[in-house]
Each structure stands twice: as structure tokens, then as C-alpha cells.
């Protein structure tokens, strides 16, 4: 299935250099990849994985491993950030 | 230094300056800066004062802390009865102005009255002058504080001052120190004008003294910075991106206005973002930001210095805009560009810096655009009347408006009424995304809930400043709660609004409170104060200050229904992202929120209430 990683802020580091101008990794992966998949996956460091975001939607620490994606889901990660 | 226990009085109209002791039991009551000196304005002014005639009295203020060694205390703000709102107008300003002003010796400067000729107000220490500043009418911000350094022979004196949106009444018109930190909001720049007063230039030698506790001060201040400095938002986050970083937040969400609310989500945001920021620009190679910046005595340093590209149409011909100047903050980043569906970031950056180099308030100001181009692809204005073609999308218009505005020229004096004003003259009041005519910040009220709230009720006109409840309901700050519920709102609300109120009160920056809470500021206000500075007093300050500013609202005309959101925010629902299908439940949260404040369903204080918090 086709899903979308966006990554934020520092962890752009952590994108390909295609993605970098649009923070946006379309990708193909197996069915049932899980948000704590795809941070696995990634190695993306814990303390950079801040707010996690589905279909714009918040997913807690503790949900990450059990939420599965599905086709066209869009993955946005951030490290602590703020604003105002 | 805590308090400097001076105030210094300026009657304009019979130019003298005078010094008061400041009244210690307010202080004891109502801390500083916002709470203080609102205090004062409320007990001086009649409520229904026209805000724009000499009845009306300006506030600078700042806190105890304002000047010290605690991380961000270098804030003023200036409080009067705003013209934009006609309710109090309370706008917060960091640089260092602040902290000159307390090192001059002075806790606040209250000017009354109006010159019959343009003055500016000269501090240095005790010696206070009102001096002639016809020299200065119709210059910049930018120009005024070189004349005055100029004329001064001190590179190091502070300027607060106006720029020619300020003389000419536009009702968001800011005061702008330090080049481009700016007391933004609600158009306290236009009752400067309104008082031909330009500028205040201070310079202050006394140092800092007159801690209660100077040790221990100076021990909590070192701890509470430790916080600061190993949180990763106050830490890493903010000084890396700045506030800029929320953009591709709060569009993913979906709760970025954008094309004056008719949508949640704007496709540009990503090209108008810190991440776009950051990265090298095709012309030539360069990066639009080139450092962050911190205010007097900050160890956060969220601000943004940028450059513009300069072969962008908006700059080739005008070097003096090509240096390094401050850049695109969020707020300014959403209302020049996706309330108006513009991604140009180079014309956002210009826009911006129009907004600093003329003193007015990108965020209403934007927002006004917003209304414009709707009303122009509505056909309601025209090409002739405008004198551009204004599309949503538009950089074109957006920049031209913007020097129209700044230089009070065509429909820029329009513009410069605000979206209200100008929705009403022609004809759609309803288009106008405000409340009691203060344009709305850069969160939308369907996709986050608490801040519709926060809007209607804020005392100074739609503000996120007064609860920041996007803390909570994006950020999980201090906990994470749903922002597409209503529920648990106006408890939440109130809670960021009574802490903010306090923190708006000594002299700190509000962004601290993405590590403290207020528990981290209290041993740091009781280091510094004499006197008993408990969680349960500051808490109680808090709701005292709220209270205070809505009973000036409430007499000077504020009813319950003034209390609301624009009806497209109530009827037409979000179009996507995860708020799709959602209207702000603002109805449901204003009834519980009265209850909460003990309030009546009018919206107010009852006497129980009035009494508890010895008002
Ligand atoms: S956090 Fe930002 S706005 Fe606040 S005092 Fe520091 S630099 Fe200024």
C-alpha cells in the first residue's frame, strides 16, 4: 500500500534529498505497518519523535505501535516544537 | 528590581511631567505591567471614552521582573482603551525598550491629555523632557529611532515609537521598538497618534537594585533557566524555528484559515514555512533566515532576523530593505500569506517588513486584506476602486496594499479601518473574521475548539494570546486534550487565561510557559517582591485581572453577544482535514464558561464574584 511520511523541523535530516523541498516521502509498504513501524524503520530517535499526527489526527506515545496505516495514510512527525 | 515604586505622569495638553509614588497596595493586588497599570487605567478613565480623543490615557508598563536577571524579563506592554475595539487594549512588546525604562527608574509612564503639536518624550533617568518632534512627523519607525540616536549622539538610547500608520489613525497601528518589536495589537499606536506623541526615548543608567531577596533570586533565576535551556521546545525548538515552525503543524491539523476562513487548509503553507525558511533559494542560493535573536535578557531567542531575495520585484529596486531585518513569525507568516491565499514568501517577508518599518499590526492587517479579495472575487469591489486586481492569491495586491497602507495613500486608508469597519461600508459585515472588531489570529475555531473560545471571550478582541490553549489541544502542553471538543473547554480557557493574565503581569515572556508553569515563576516573583507571593495569591490575581478588564468592557458597552464568532465559523462547515463536516460549538461553551467565571448569562461578574476578588 502507498503512504505518506512527512517529516518536520530537525527531522528533515531523516529525509531522502527529493524529499526535502516538500517534507513529503510518498512510499510503498507492506499492509499492517504500524506508526511505531514506520519510526522503527526510519530510526527515527525517540526524543526527536514528538508529535505524531495521522490524516492530521493526534496518535499518543502508547497507540503508535497498535495504529496500522492504511492505504493513502499520511504520517506527520515533529520533534517538540512550539509556537504562538 | 522589582519595583522601581516611581511612576512618572505626562499631561501633554499642559506639557508637564511629573513623578507619584506607585500605589504598593495595587501593586500587592495586581503585580505590574498588564494588571498594574490596567488598574490604573480603569480607575482613571471613563469607560465610554472616545479612545482616540485627549479623555483617553497610554500606558507603558512593565512587571517586577522587567529588567532582572530572570530569563525573557525584558517586557512592557501598553495599555489603553484600544480604537480598533473600543474595548481595553492591553499590547505586549519585548526588545529592549523595557528593561531601559526600569533602568531609568520607572515602573510605568502614564500620558495623558494631547500636544497641540507633535512631541516625543525624552527619559533619561530622572530628567524628563517633552521635546519637539515636527522633525519627525510623517517619518518611519525605521527613520525616527536613527533621527532620534542621531540627535541624542547615544546609539544606546531605546525608542518606543510610532510610524506614519500611527499618525494617521489606522485603528491597528502598533508602537514599535527596537526596529521591529512591536506592542502589536488593537491600535495602541493610533492613541499615540492621536496625542501627536511620536516616540518615548529612554535611556536609563540605575542599574538593577532593590530585590527582596537578591540571593535567592538569583539562585531560582539560574535553576528555572536550567529548565529553559533542557526543555526541547524552550531549548531547541523555538530558537531553531521559531514560531514559524507551527505552520505545517496547524495546516496538517487543519485549522490554518486561509482565503478568510473559507478554507482550513492552505496548499501553500509549506512554501511560506520555517522549514522554507531554512532552505537555500533558487535566485541566489541564500537562505531567507539568517539568525535567531533573543530579547533583553532571553535565553530562548525565538525571534527571526531574515533577508529578503533581493532580485524579488517587491526589493530590486529599493536597497534599503536588502539588509537583515526581522523576519516572518507565524502569526505574520498566516495573515499576510494563507488569510490571503498568497505563498510568496519573499512578498510575506517584504509585507512584514513594511509592517515594522510603518507600526501596524500585520495580523489585522492581513486579515483585512483577507476580506478585501473576497469582497473583490465577490464583485463587490472593483479593480478601480482597489487600484489592483486583488484575487485571493494575489502577492501583487497584498504588497501594494501593504505600502498603500503604510503610506496612508488610496484604498490603503480603507484598508487601515480594519476588516469591520470595511466589511460593513460595503455592505457584508458578516465577512468580517473578527470579534468586537479585532481580526482573528492564525488558528481556526473549527479545527481547535478551545480557541474559538478564547476569541469571543478574550477582553482585548479576538486574540490567541489571552489562552493559548493550542498548548493543550495541539501541542500536549501541559496535557493533550482533543481539539475538536468542545468539552473541558472552558475550564481550560479560563485556566490559560487567569495564568496568562499573571504572567502578562511581571514582566516574563509568555512563551516560558511551553517549560513552566506558573509554579516555576513564583519563586522567582517571591525572590523579587516584598511580600507574600503564594500559588493561591497568583492564582487569584490572575481571575482579579480578568475580571477587572471585563468589568471595563462590560461599561464601556460589551454585552453577551459581543461574546461570539463571525457566522461562518458557526454555519459553514470546515471543508477537510479532521475537522471536516465541524462548526465551532461556541454556543455550548459560552453558557458553561459564564458559570465557571461566576458570572450571569449576560456575561457578568455577579456581585459573589465581585466581592471574592476584591474588586
Ligand atoms: S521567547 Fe522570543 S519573544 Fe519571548 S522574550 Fe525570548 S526572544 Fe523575545
Not at chain 1, 529525509?15 to 530510526?43: F, S, Y
Not at chain 2, 459581543?562 to 471543508?575: I, M
Request: hydrophobic content about 40%; aromatic content about 8%.
Amino acid at each position: 500500500m502507498r503512504v505518506t511520511l512527512k517529516l518536520y523541523a530537525s527531522l528533515s535530516d531523516f529525509l531522502p534529498d527529493e524529499a526535502k523541498r516538500t517534507n513529503e516521502w510518498p512510499m510503498d509498504v507492506p499492509e499492517g505497518t504500524t506508526v511505531g513501524d514506520m519510526i522503527a524503520r526510519h530510526q527515527l530517535p525517540a526524543r526527536l519523535v514528538h508529535l505524531v499526527l495521522v490524516n492530521g489526527h493526534f496518535i499518543p506515545p502508547v497507540s503508535r505501535d497498535a495504529r496500522a496505516l492504511v492505504d493513502n495514510d499520511v504520517l506527520a512527525i515533529w520533534p517538540p516544537v512550539a509556537g504562538g | 528590581m522589582a519595583w522601581t515604586r516611581k511612576i512618572l505622569r505626562v499631561n501633554l495638553t499642559d506639557r508637564t511631567c511629573k513623578s507619584e509614588p506607585l500605589n504598593m497596595q495595587w501593586a500587592q493586588d495586581y503585580l505590574g505591567q498588564r494588571g498594574l497599570a490596567t488598574k490604573y487605567l480603569v480607575s482613571e478613565i471613563d469607560p465610554k471614552v472616545d479612545p482616540l480623543s485627549p479623555d483617553n490615557k497610554i500606558i507603558w508598563a512593565t512587571g517586577p521582573l522587567t529588567g532582572t536577571m530572570a530569563s525573557t524579563g525584558g517586557r512592557y506592554s501598553v495599555v489603553t482603551k484600544g480604537p480598533l475595539t473600543g474595548a481595553i487594549a492591553c499590547s505586549n512588546s519585548g526588545g529592549y525598550f523595557g528593561a531601559e525604562l526600569k533602568f531609568a527608574g520607572w515602573d510605568m509612564v502614564i500620558i495623558e491629555g494631547r500636544a497641540s503639536s507633535p512631541v516625543y518624550l525624552s527619559i533619561e533617568n530622572d530628567k524628563v523632557e517633552i521635546r519637539d518632534a515636527s522633525h519627525l512627523w510623517g517619518k518611519t519607525v525605521w527613520e525616527t529611532e536613527e533621527a532620534i540616536k542621531a540627535a541624542h549622539q547615544d546609539p544606546q538610547v531605546r525608542v518606543s515609537c510610532i510610524g506614519r500608520t500611527g499618525e494617521a489613525g489606522v485603528l491597528y497601528a502598533a508602537i514599535v521598538n527596537d526596529l521591529h518589536r512591536a506592542a502589536g495589537r488593537s491600535g495602541v499606536g493610533a492613541v499615540a497618534g492621536s496625542k501627536n506623541l511620536k516616540a518615548l526615548v529612554v535611556r536609563g543608567t540605575l542599574g538593577v537594585g532593590n530585590l527582596a531577596n537578591p540571593k535567592e533570586f538569583m539562585k531560582v533565576t539560574y535553576e528555572k533557566k536550567k529548565i529553559l535551556k533542557e526543555n526541547a521546545v524552550t531549548g531547541q525548538g523555538l530558537p531553531t524555528y521559531g514560531t514559524q515552525v507551527l505552520m505545517n503543524v496547524i495546516n496538517e491539523i487543519g485549522a490554518m484559515p486561509t482565503r478568510n476562513h473559507k478554507d482550513v487548509q492552505f496548499e501553500g503553507a509549506r512554501k511560506i514555512s520555517a522549514e522554507a525558511m531554512h532552505e537555500p533559494r533558487e535566485s541566489d542560493g541564500k537562505a531567507q533566515l539568517v539568525n535567531n535573536q533573543g530579547c533583553f535578557g532571553c535565553t530562548i531567542a525565538c525571534g527571526r532576523i531574515s533577508k529578503i531575495d533581493q532580485t524579488h520585484y517587491t526589493v530590486v529596486n529599493s536597497p534599503k530593505y536588502w539588509g537583515a531585518s526581522g523576519g516572518l513569525e507565524y502569526e505574520a507568516a498566516w495573515s499576510l500569506g494563507c488569510a490571503n491565499g498568497v505563498d510568496d514568501i519573499e512578498a510575506l517577508q517584504y509585507a512584514n517588513m513594511l509592517c515594522n518599518e510603518d507600526g501596524f499590526d500585520p495580523i489585522s492587517f492581513g486579515a483585512t486584506i483577507g476580506a478585501v479579495m473576497e469582497l473583490y472575487e465577490m464583485g463587490v469591489l472593483t479593480k478601480e476602486e482597489i487600484g489592483i486586481e486583488a484575487p485571493f492569491g494575489s502577492a501583487r495586491a497584498l504588497t501594494f496594499l501593504a505600502e498603500q497602507t503604510a503610506r496612508g495613500e488610496g484604498f490603503g486608508k480603507i484598508v487601515g479601518l480594519g476588516s469591520k469597519r470595511l466589511c460593513e461600508k460595503y455592505g457584508h459585515p458578516e465577512l468580517s473574521m473578527s470579534v468586537k472588531g479585532q481580526e482573528f489570529p492564525a488558528y481556526d475555531a473549527r479545527g481547535v475548539q478551545g480557541m474559538g473560545l478564547t476569541y469571543a471571550t478574550s477582553n482585548r478582541g479576538a486574540c490567541h494570546l489571552r489562552s493559548y490553549t493550542i498548548s493543550s489541544e495541539v501541542l500536549g502542553i501541559p496535557v493533550k486534550t482533543d481539539p475538536l471538543t468542545t468539552e473541558g473547554k472552558p475550564a481550560l480557557v479560563k485556566a490559560f487565561q487567569d495564568a496568562t493574565a499573571v504572567v502578562d503581569s511581571s514582566g516574563l515572556c509568555v512563551f516560558t510557559t511551553f517549560a513552566w508553569a506558573l509554579s516555576d515563576i513564583q519563586p522567582q516573583l517571591q525572590a523579587a517582591c516584598e511580600g507574600d507571593w503564594s500559588m493561591e495569591k497568583l492564582d487569584l490575581m490572575g481571575e482579579r485581572i480578568w475580571n477587572m478588564e471585563r468589568q471595563f468592557n462590560n461599561a464601556a458597552g460589551f454585552t453577551r453577544k459581543d461574546d461570539d464568532l463571525p457566522p461562518r465559523l458557526k454555519n459553514e462547515a470546515a471543508k477537510a482535514g479532521p475537522a471536516k463536516g465541524l462548526v465551532s460549538g461556541i454556543d455550548k461553551m459560552i453558557p458553561e464558561y459564564y458559570e465557571l467565571r461566576g458570572w450571569d448569562t449576560e456575561g457578568r461578574p455577579t456581585a459573589e464574584t465581585v466581592a471574592r476578588l476584591g474588586l
